[in-house]
Nanobody
Framework: VQLQASGGGWVQAGGSLKLSCAASGRSFSNYVMGWFRQAPGKEREFVAGISWNLGRTDYADSVKGRFTISRDKSKNTVYLQMNTLKPEDTAVYYC?????????????????WGQGTQVTVSS
């Protein structure tokens, strides 16, 4: 399994970015795809998750109403649309996947990880 994250960059507070995660190497039909982030000096934290088949989603409280996770089955790609970005959103963002057990936020359950993409939000 390979997960390739892209789309990070620098943006001013209030701006938007869209991250992509291209997935390959297996069928993801029974998988959950997640986005996580890790800021300097902090632990990696859950941002958003989506079930591949039904598209059910879950979000961290800190991003609800601002971020949207989606997937394009035809492209085997998961997206994270990030709007109204804040300086505290600055982090390295990672995509990950795991078998669908009905949960989204438990980091230890994810067994496939992509490389990170840096998001920097300036005030």
């Amino acid at each position: 399994v390979q997960l390739q994250a892209s789309g990070g960059g620098w943006v001013q507070a209030g701006g938007s970015l869209k991250l992509s995660c291209a997935a390959s190497g297996r069928s993801f039909s029974n998988y959950v795809m997640g986005w996580f982030r890790q800021a300097p000096g902090k632990e990696r934290e859950f941002v958003a998750g989506i079930s591949w088949n039904l598209g059910r989603t879950d979000y961290a409280d800190s991003v609800k109403g601002r971020f949207t996770i989606s997937r394009d089955k035809s492209k085997n790609t998961v997206y994270l649309q990030m709007n109204t970005l804040k300086p505290e959103d600055t982090a390295v963002y990672y995509c990950a996947s795991k078998l669908n057990d009905g949960t989204y936020s438990r980091i230890s359950a994810y067994n496939y990880w992509g490389q990170g993409t840096q998001v920097t939000v300036s005030s």
